[in-house]
């Protein structure tokens, strides 16, 4: 099951690979990511991809998709759906918003309100929407990649950090080199290379692939490092607020996935060094005195990584 499963994840990352450019990794991220049915953050500046990156993963793993352009005058209930009267039949009758999809994209979510953020609090964590005391269950899956620019703050309004700790990973794509824009020019310059794009799972595969993952082996040492080095960032005097819980076990699922993706049955500590930057980073919040001495949380994180020590067994012993 390892084998066909390793090879379901690499269909998935190669057709998404032929949409975007030099972002194999992120890529991966993604994928990983949505195999563990949590969402994503991409944090990056216009023009470099990210509204294509999740369209490209929308068709490679054969999702609905469905876009929502956050605007400071967007209403909760244009996410969520709402309740309008049908006066032929004489009731109110819900019509479902956009949030009832599989893959849904938050464009420039820091440009909504504090109000309509939190309108996918409850869809991120529980998968269900509440509406006027009724509450709907979400497709499955469901997951969120959200995009916002780090460069412009003016007209914005920033994720609390209850809802920036629900995103499972934040990604950046960066500019392409030389060889790679040179490549987007060759892809792109008739048309685009998404259209081409088809799904490379179906649903049966989809679930087959999460039982694997979830029986990925975590040997109990490895455990340990995982759950110190998460720890470890809530008591760091530079950190006001350190990794949850919730860090710890979607790191914990996360490296099961990537161990999967690369033909493993078992977790080995690279895993977990690997995604820890991803998942950890954008939860963690600087002090105001650290911040000022040019401290940032990739410090932080990495000198935590580097004193903690590592456990050298991580495969399961046979018999």
């Known amino acids: 099951m390892t084998a066909a499963s390793t090879e379901a994840i690499r269909r998935i990352t190669d057709a998404v690979s032929r949409v975007i450019v030099g972002a194999g990794e992120q890529i991966e991220l993604c994928a990983i990511a949505w195999l563990c049915g949590g969402h994503v953050l991409i944090e990056d500046i216009p ?3 990210k509204t ?8 490679a793993t054969g999702c609905q998709f469905e876009r929502v352009q956050f605007t400071p005058d967007l209403l909760p209930s244009d996410i969520t759906g709402a309740n309008v009267f049908n006066p032929q039949q004489g009731v109110f009758e819900f019509r479902r918003g956009p949030v009832f999809t599989q893959i849904l994209l938050a464009d420039e979510i820091n440009r909504a309100t504090p109000k309509t953020q939190s309108a996918l609090l409850e869809a991120m964590e529980e998968r269900q929407v509440t509406v006027d005391g009724t509450t709907y269950p ?7 990649l959200a995009t916002q620019n780090p460069i412009e703050y003016a007209g914005t309004f920033p994720l609390p950090e209850a809802q920036v700790d629900r995103f499972l990973l934040r990604v950046h794509l960066g500019y392409a080199d030389l060889e790679g824009e040179m490549e987007i020019l060759n892809r792109f310059h008739r048309s685009s290379p998404l259209l081409d794009v088809e799904p490379m799972i179906d649903v049966a595969t ?9 029986g990925v082996y975590v040997a109990p040492s490895l455990q340990e490092y995982l759950v110190r080095l998460v720890q470890r960032t809530r008591g760091h005097p530079d950190l006001a607020l350190g ?16 161990a999967l993706g690369r033909g493993r049955d078992y977790v080995v500590p690279d895993d977990i060094k690997a995604l820890a930057g991803p998942v950890l980073l954008h939860r963690l919040v600087l002090r105001a005195n ?9 410090t932080i ?16 012993a046979a018999g």
């Open 47 to 49: 023009g470099v991809g």
């Open 52 to 59: 294509m990156l999740a369209k490209a993963l929308a068709r």
């Open 138 to 144: 979400l497709p499955d899956p469901f997951v969120v």
């Open 206 to 214: 989809l679930a087959a692939l999460r039982t694997a993952a979830w």
């Open 243 to 258: 990794a949850s819980a919730r860090a710890s076990l979607g790191l914990y699922r996360s490296a099961q996935v990537r």
């Open 290 to 298: 650290a911040e000022l001495r040019g401290t940032t949380p990739r």
């Open 301 to 316: 994180l990495q000198e935590l990584l580097d004193s903690e020590p590592v456990p050298v067994a991580s495969r399961r």
